[in-house]
């Protein structure tokens, strides 16, 4: 097999071209030893894309497939009840939904996850605004998320999608174990790696988890405010964006005390 493929990882324009090198830096690795040539690409939404050629092709992208999952780039790609990894585009006050995208094709196609699907999902029905529901999610622009295709509008080149079951597991597992995390965004796993040493917060950061190339979720240690961890590995992660995802927080939500704030 071979040919190009899309990758579902998104690149943001800022810092790209050092994040692209930290990329193929990546692809590379999980090409060593196959028989394999690789040429990459980049997106005009900013979604990797590789050119792939050799006997090991087929292999070599199904790693790929099993790491980092692959991204339409055309319409004809996708139907109904497909799960992608889509990435966060914008949240649309209008319209109360979120925006994605699930990959090169959303270039010209437009995906959104509407209020109605993402308070059923994550609100328990509680009619609460969509930004609100996204600030304690931390569902944020360049964020990963996945999702479910419920329904293709090919004429206007529209999707709606719903949060994915996974995605929806991910969040109540987060729930139940109870500790803070930091949802980083915009720059490599290394990257942070880096900052948590710099800041001595060592001792307060149990796991660094890695959910795309560009977000990771910094688990605190049981008790850990962080809030507070923020504040102090923020200074060495001017180029990311850092939002705190609170379990109790999250109670709140779902108990319609949010409204009353």
């Known amino acids: 097999m071979n040919g190009r493929v899309a990758i579902a990882e998104k690149l943001p324009h800022r810092g790209q071209k050092e994040l692209m090198s930290a990329f193929k830096a990546k692809i590379n690795r999980l090409s060593s030893g196959l028989d394999v040539a690789t040429q990459f690409g980049i997106s005009g939404n900013g979604f990797a894309n590789i050119e792939v050629h050799g006997s090991d092709s087929e292999f070599f992208i199904e790693l790929i497939k099993r790491e980092m999952r692959l991204a339409p780039q055309n319409l004809s790609e996708i139907e109904v009840n497909d799960n992608f990894k889509a990435f966060v585009s914008g949240i649309n006050p209008k319209r109360q939904s979120i925006e994605v995208e699930i990959g090169p094709v959303s270039t010209n196609v437009k995906c959104e996850i509407t209020k109605d699907a993402l308070i059923a999902q994550l609100c328990d029905g509680q009619d609460i605004p969509v930004d609100r529901v996204a600030q304690v999610y931390c569902i944020q622009e360049d964020s990963p998320i ?47 790696s880096e900052a948590v040493r710099l800041a001595k917060a060592d001792r307060d950061i149990i796991q660094i988890e890695e959910l795309s ?37 999250l109670d709140k939500l779902r108990n319609g005390l949010a409204r009353k704030r």
Do not use: Y
């Not at 994915?164 to 597992?173: A, I, K, L, P």
């Not at 507070?228 to 850092?242: N, P, V």
């Open 146 to 192: 996945l999702v479910r295709v419920t329904s293709i509008d090919s004429g206007r080149r529209q999707i709606e999608a719903w949060v994915s079951d996974e995605q929806v597991t991910r969040f109540e597992q987060w729930r139940r174990e109870r500790m803070h995390r930091i949802i980083a965004i915009g720059g490599s796993h290394d990257r942070l």
């Open 213 to 249: 190339f560009t977000t990771n979720s910094l688990v605190c240690k049981l008790g850990t405010d962080a809030p507070g961890i923020i504040a102090k590995i923020g200074r060495h992660l001017s180029e990311f964006k850092l939002c705190a995802f609170l379990p109790e927080r």
